[in-house]
């Protein structure tokens, strides 16, 4: 170790190999970001599509019960699927994509039927079964751009 005054030779020999050697690095977090941003960026957006399918699939089953509960207060509602498609349009008020959803429940992306069933206890039942096909947020390759999510409920007949 070769002192100079009071500056040590072997240290700043060090110090001036880094800096040569730094300034061949850069712009490599850059270029590193630039190749990560892409992926990144998709798997950003499919969370965000598989979050509103979650919500489109939850407010589905929702609607579902919300129709059953109504067709099950008599006989005479229990088929009554235009009562039924009301409550389902009023439970998909909530959703993002309202002003999208028709105003009737007889075609895609909304079906709705009611019928009238006898319940595994024996007793008569209502059944209503609800179809709904999503939208396509963002066309991500590889994912399904619209799911259909069909949900069944069934409630004994209030007597």
């Known amino acids: 170790m070769l002192c100079h005054?009071?500056?040590?030779v072997d240290t700043m020999v060090v110090s001036n190999v880094d800096r040569q050697s730094r300034k061949h690095e850069r712009g490599s977090a850059l270029i590193e970001f630039a190749f990560l941003f892409p992926m990144l960026f998709f798997l950003f957006l499919g969370v965000f599509d598989m979050g509103y399918f979650s919500y489109a699939l939850i407010?589905?089953?929702?609607?579902?019960?919300?129709?059953?509960?109504?067709t099950s207060t008599s006989s005479t509602t229990s088929s009554d699927s235009a009562g039924a498609c009301t409550r389902v349009l009023m439970e998909f008020q909530a959703m993002p994509n309202a002003s999208?959803?028709?105003?009737?429940?007889?075609?895609?992306?909304?079906q709705v039927?009611?019928?009238s069933i006898t319940g595994p206890d024996g007793n008569p039942a209502?059944?209503?079964?609800?179809?709904?096909?999503?939208?396509?947020?963002?066309p991500i390759p590889g994912l399904p751009g619209k799911w259909n999510f069909k949900r069944v409920a069934t409630m004994r007949i209030k007597t």
Not at 129 to 137: A, E, F, P, R, S
């Open 5 to 8: 005054g009071l500056v040590d």
């Open 59 to 70: 407010a589905t089953t929702d609607a579902a019960r919300a129709a059953a509960l109504y």
């Open 100 to 110: 999208l959803v028709p105003s009737s429940c007889n075609a895609s992306p909304l």
């Open 113 to 115: 039927t009611a019928q």
């Open 126 to 138: 209502s059944q209503v079964t609800v179809i709904y096909q999503t939208i396509q947020l963002v």
